[in-house]
């Protein structure tokens, strides 16, 4: 579904992107790993539409997406939850939703909705409440069900579990394997390496802009060499927020 070719993507004279390939095909969900500043982010971006790569080609159901525009690339049918769940915290949860399900035929709205509910109980119980007042794990809830509400063909997300406490983390994860028992494509960057290996079919380890490593979870897994040297130690956090494995 989604080929990633030899992907370069710069902050001024800094390459965050090395030649990065990648694929994602229909149903799969791969996980991208690596410490911070690996690159896991700019991948995510730039495969989104949000940065501009340098080189390198982006295919959608092989046609040539390479530097769409976010928009475009939601038309097309790939939605991100980005990092930071920036979801409307002056709007409601309903109103949240509703502007996720935007691209969609009006007729499909309310069955996706109910979906949502279902998926996410929480947000039913919430429906009319303000945004704002969710807790991290229920914005990070929304967040996912804002993107799904587009019905997106891949689903992408910038670090899912990043600062949630230990059980709305693994609330996190099941959904994950919710959504890849129901089919779903997912594209998922996280720190959390050894919960991700768990659920992806496959996984990529980016080290400073480059892939240094890839293969099925348990491949990956088995490598302790790997751990330590690509990923920083099997249960540790590398971004200072404590473990979350
Ligand atoms: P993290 O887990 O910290 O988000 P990451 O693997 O997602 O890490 P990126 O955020 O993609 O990594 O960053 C890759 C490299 O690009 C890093 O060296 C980072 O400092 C640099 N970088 C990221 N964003 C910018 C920016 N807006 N301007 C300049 N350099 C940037």
């Known amino acids: 579904m989604l080929e990633v070719e030899r992907l370069t993507t710069r902050y001024g004279s800094i390459s965050a992107l090395r030649s990065v390939s990648i694929s994602v095909g229909a149903g799969e969900v791969i996980g991208i790993i690596g410490s911070n500043g690996a690159g896991k982010t700019t991948l995510l971006n ?5 940065l501009k790569p340098a ?27 980005p990092e930071h769940r920036r ?12 502007i996720g399900g935007v691209t969609v035929p009006t007729r499909e709205r309310s069955s996706l909705l109910d979906e949502m509910v279902e998926l996410f109980p929480v947000l039913g119980a919430r429906h009319q409440t303000s945004a704002g007042y969710l807790s991290g794990g229920e914005a990070q809830q929304l967040a996912i069900a804002r993107a799904l509400m587009s019905k997106p063909r891949l689903l992408m997300m910038d670090e899912p579990s990043l600062g949630l406490a230990p059980v709305l983390v693994e ?7 919710t959504l890849r028992d129901r089919g779903r494509t997912l594209l998922v960057v996280e720190q959390n390496a050894t919960r991700m290996l768990e659920v992806a079919d496959r996984a990529y380890v980016l080290r400073s802009g480059e892939v240094v490593a890839s293969g099925t979870g348990p491949e990956l897994a088995a490598s302790e060499n790997l751990f330590d040297t690509f990923v920083g130690g099997r249960d540790s956090s590398s971004n200072g927020q404590g473990a979350q494995a």
């Not at 080189?55 to 769409?68: K, N, P």
């Not at 979801?87 to 509703?98: G, H, M, P, Q, S």
């Open 46 to 50: 730039t495969v989104a539409g949000l």
């Open 171 to 177: 609330v996190v994860f099941d959904l994950l394997a």
């Open 87 to 98: 979801i409307f915290t002056d709007l409601t949860v309903a109103e949240n939703l509703r």
């Open 55 to 81: 080189g390198g080609r982006v295919e959608l159901d092989g046609s040539d997406v390479t530097g769409w525009t976010p928009d475009r690339m939601l038309q097309a049918g790939v939605a991100l939850v």
